[in-house]
């Protein structure tokens, strides 16, 4: 376990206010008929050293904020301060030399390596983009990052289809990790291996993270492996982060409705040997609402048990409950009807 | 590099090359293809006469030693005609593929690549060059013209045929740029010419190749068409199109066989075989698609 104090260190990465909101458009004229609120004013920061979580459900818009930070998609409005420069002013072309120090690793590891590429090639690419090493030295760190990543120096003239998913990340993942960059955002990269590849890919990731004392921003929708991986923790729903919080405090004590009911849907096995899990609420019935007409006031309130008449006009803003825990929800504001909390 | 490279790791391009081998069909249909074009290309050293040059004395005459596929109404040797016109036929065939190919592919990479308004502007221009009928256009430019060279020919039929390949090419940029990889080397830092160079266009050659090769079987038959017709290459030069429309005339259809049967063998055979090749290399790019 990492050090808490780490909690009170230097920001890496800061996130304010930022949106994405993708165009729908339709009729015979595929005139701009309204948009998709992906991210919606989501604003947190991460520590140097720090892994923050990532939880949702699908259409959350977890996986468009980690495009949306890399500027892999263009934020509709909003700052991604990284390094202390904001990235987000940045044109593509200057935006270059930074992505040598944040890198992703994506979910499907079949799609995202080239098939065309041999595992050599694939390494050294970062390389050849970003520095001027000769060949041989390029060569010499693809084999190194192979072995590190539990790879023979070998594999390196093997091609992507002769490797498993579980080895595929592997390669994907020294591929991040061959600039030496200082954040990596991990977009699901356990989410399409077994379970049995996934505790050995993420041990292989937290491992990783010690040796190169890199900073992660872990995304998922699997509750223990970012439970398992993270240092504090944020649920996001609706393109909008309800509640974040250090892991202990999220996993045992949360606040937000959504939290809760997330939290109660963990599957498993001995029902009453875990102290810290939360009462048994009922599975949500209903699936989350189209983000393209978000309910309003609070966007959680369609299937909040608790709502009341307040959630439908204001939209919540965060209030401070704990140390660097923070709750989107009305039940804790202080103007706030509060006779409902529970 | 290792001793034992050529023993395991194979690269995808190798594996199609493998498929592509156990293709028999294929492989028969480019010994043909190479025996067509080396008689193109020796014709000089497999007869002593000229196919322009007519012998006002000979017209017309049946097979005979000097002459073994006769003589044609000009008095022309059939079987010189028959080597040389192969010369122009593949020519016309294959580099109008190549014109093709060139503003298939850069019109289809930048629509496909890019999007949005040159995508636009791109996908009308290709409808309206659809929209018109080939033969028409062709016919009008050549009546329009004084003289047809190959060069004007090739130029008319690449700029009647690309938006068929421009279309294939954006299909598939259209979805690879949204594919992983190239996010990923976006996020590496690539430039967009180091993406379409070394992720886009290797994952998407397979249907440009095959659409490439299957588009010059097209495209020699165009030329055989208007040239039997009397609009492509004019005469005196020999294509194996206006061989054939000597055949036009019922008394050489009916009595001199061996005028028209070998141009004609020529241009079927040189088609399907390429058309057999065309699908080898589908089948060897993409396993899928025949089980």
Redesign the interface.
């Known amino acids: 376990m990492r050090n808490p104090a780490i909690a009170h260190q230097e920001k890496l990465v800061e996130v304010q206010q930022l949106k994405k909101y993708f165009p729908v458009k339709g009729g015979i004229l595929r005139r701009q008929i309204g948009h998709v609120k992906a991210v919606d004013d989501v604003s947190f920061h991460i520590y140097k050293g720090e892994t923050l979580g990532i939880v949702g459900e699908s259409g959350s818009g977890k996986s468009t904020l980690g495009r949306v930070m890399l500027r892999l998609l263009e934020p509709t409005e909003g700052n991604v301060i990284f390094e202390g420069q904001n990235i987000s002013t940045l044109t593509q072309r200057e935006l270059r030399p930074v992505r040598r120090s944040m890198q992703i690793v994506f979910q499907d590891p079949f799609a995202s390596l080239n098939s065309k590429m041999s595992v050599g090639e694939l390494i050294e690419e970062p390389l050849i983009v970003q520095t001027n090493l000769s060949k041989r030295k390029r060569k010499e760190q693809a084999a190194a990052l192979l072995e590190k990543v539990g790879l023979q120096a070998d594999d390196r003239h093997k091609y992507p289809h002769e490797f498993s998913g579980g080895q595929r990340q592997r390669i994907s993942i020294a591929r991040a990790l061959v600039l030496n960059p200082a954040f990596v955002i991990c977009d699901e990269p356990v989410s399409a291996l077994d379970v049995s590849i996934q505790a050995q890919v993420l041990n292989l990731m937290k491992d990783l993270q010690d040796d190169y004392r890199l900073t992660y921003l872990f995304i998922s929708h699997d509750l223990s492996v970012v439970k398992h991986i993270s240092d504090r923790v944020a649920v996001m729903y609706l393109g909008k982060i309800a509640e974040i919080a250090p892991k202990h405090a999220l996993y045992t004590n949360p606040h937000h409705p959504y939290t809760k009911k997330l939290l109660s849907s963990i599957p498993t096995i001995h029902t009453n040997s875990d102290k810290n899990t939360v009462p048994k609420q009922p599975v949500m019935h209903q699936d989350i609402p189209n983000p393209a007409n978000p309910p309003s006031g609070c966007v959680f309130r369609t299937r909040c048990p608790l709502a009341h008449d307040r959630c439908s006009i204001e939209q919540p803003t965060y209030t401070e409950i704990g140390p660097d825990h923070y709750v989107a929800c009305h039940l804790y504001d202080k103007g706030g009807d509060t006779s409902h909390t529970s | 590099m290792?001793k034992n490279?050529n023993k395991?790791?194979?690269?995808?391009?190798q594996l199609a090359k493998e498929r592509f081998l156990k293709n028999k069909l294929a492989i028969a249909s480019i010994f043909f293809l190479l025996f067509i074009i080396g008689a193109a290309i020796f014709a000089p050293f497999l007869t002593d006469h000229d196919p322009k040059k007519g012998d006002l004395l000979l017209i017309e005459h049946a097979p005979s030693e000097e002459h073994i596929l006769g003589t044609d109404g000009s008095g022309r040797d059939n079987f010189s005609r028959l080597l040389y016109g192969a010369r122009i036929s593949l020519t016309v065939g294959f580099s109008a593929m190549i014109f093709t190919l060139i503003i298939g592919v850069v019109t289809g990479a930048i629509a496909g690549y890019y999007g949005g308004i040159i995508d636009n502007l791109l996908m009308r221009l290709t409808d309206l060059v659809l929209a018109l009928p080939f033969l028409v256009l062709a016919l009008t430019i050549i009546a329009l013209l004084e003289k047809v060279t190959i060069g004007i020919f090739v130029t008319i039929i690449a700029i009647t045929s690309w938006p068929t390949l421009t279309r294939i090419v954006r299909g598939s940029f259209l979805s690879l740029r949204e594919?992983?990889?190239v996010?990923?080397?976006?996020?590496?830092?690539?430039?967009d010419r180091?993406i379409i160079f070394?992720?886009v266009i290797?994952?998407a050659i397979g249907p440009i190749i095959v659409n490439a090769t299957l588009m010059m079987a097209t495209m020699i038959i165009a030329e055989s068409a208007l040239s039997f017709i009397g609009m492509g290459i004019p005469q005196p030069n020999p294509t194996w199109g206006n061989m054939l429309s000597e055949a036009q005339n019922i008394r050489i259809l009916r009595n001199h066989p061996e005028a028209w049967i070998p141009p004609g063998l020529g241009i079927l055979l040189t088609v399907l075989a390429i058309n057999f090749i065309g699908d080898g290399l589908r089948d060897a790019f993409d396993p899928k698609s025949n089980p």
């Open positions: 290792p490279i395991a790791y194979k690269s995808p391009f594919q992983e990889f996010l990923g080397a976006r996020a590496i830092g690539a430039t180091r070394k992720h290797p994952n």
